[in-house]
Structures are given as C-alpha cells and as structure tokens.
C-alpha cells in the first residue's frame, strides 16, 4: 500500500488550505500569509513545509534557525486538520521537517501544559523529542511553556 501523503515545500496557491488550517488548530488563519510569504519569495532562512493527501494540502510546519546558536532550529509551528490527527499525517510532515533540516544540530519545540496540548506532547516524544524544561507562565498566567528537544547529530 502507498504512503497516503507527501511533503514539499510550500506554494502561494496552498495559502487559503494552509490558513484554514492554522486557523483550526494554532492561531488566526490570517496570519499566515505574512508569516510564509518571505519564504515563498525565496527571502530568508525560514524552513516550511507542507503535507498533502490527494495533492490537497492537509498541514504544515514552520522552523527559523536560533540566532547565535550553533545549528539549532527551533519547530514554531506543526499543524495538521484535525480529522486527520492520528493519521501519520503528522508524522509525515515531521519527518519532512527533519529531513529539510538535514544540517540541524539540535530542534527546539516549545507547546504548554495545557490539557488541550496534551496529544502534541505525547507526538512529540513518540518521535524521539524529549522535554527538557518548563518555564511557569510563560505564555500567560497558568500557561506555562514546555520545551522539547532532539538532537539531531
């Protein structure tokens, strides 16, 4: 049986799918075309990329390399429609994700302790992320940040 997803890089006709889809799961969808447009231009050092299903966008992740680090990118975002959660489209995509990558030392991914972030954190170390530190209302009173790593090379 065939993978049911590929990754690429992402394009601007993915923008509306994209959006819809950050707009579901980690912030306003119109957000995105800001955020993703430099890299559709070529500009920058942002790393982006897309998982399909039937050649329909289905997700994306997003990473920036750590400024005064040495190879560390950090994960900002990794988003996949919600009725396919479970699916491997995730895992697909992150693999995609290391794979562009392939000169990281060390990725960074932070998400919250929060109830509804708990599918993410057990995804994250499934995949071989461990937590490495918590940081008390980071994000906001009683929203703390949660820190995962895995080091590459």
């Known amino acids: 049986m065939s993978d049911p997803f590929d990754t690429r890089a992402p394009r601007a006709s993915d923008i509306p799918a994209l959006a819809a889809i950050a707009d579901a799961t980690l912030f306003p969808g119109e957000m995105l075309e800001g955020m993703i447009s ?12 897309v998982v399909r299903q039937g050649g329909t966008p289905v997700g994306f992740a997003f990473a920036q390399p750590e400024a005064m680090t040495d190879r560390t990118w950090n994960l900002r ?7 396919l959660h479970g699916s491997g489209a995730g895992t697909a995509l992150l693999a995609a994700m290391e794979a562009a990558l392939a000169e990281a030392r060390l990725i960074v991914m932070d998400t919250t302790q929060l109830p509804d972030q708990a599918r993410a954190r057990r995804f994250y170390v499934a995949r071989g992320y461990a937590e490495v530190a918590v940081i008390p209302g980071f994000f906001g009173e009683g929203e703390d ?3 995962f790593v895995k080091v590459m090379r």
């Open 77 to 83: 975002a990794i988003a996949v429609r919600p009725d």
């Open 145 to 147: 940040k949660v820190t």
């Open 38 to 49: 430099p890299a559709l231009d070529g500009a920058g050092q942002d790393m982006w990329r």
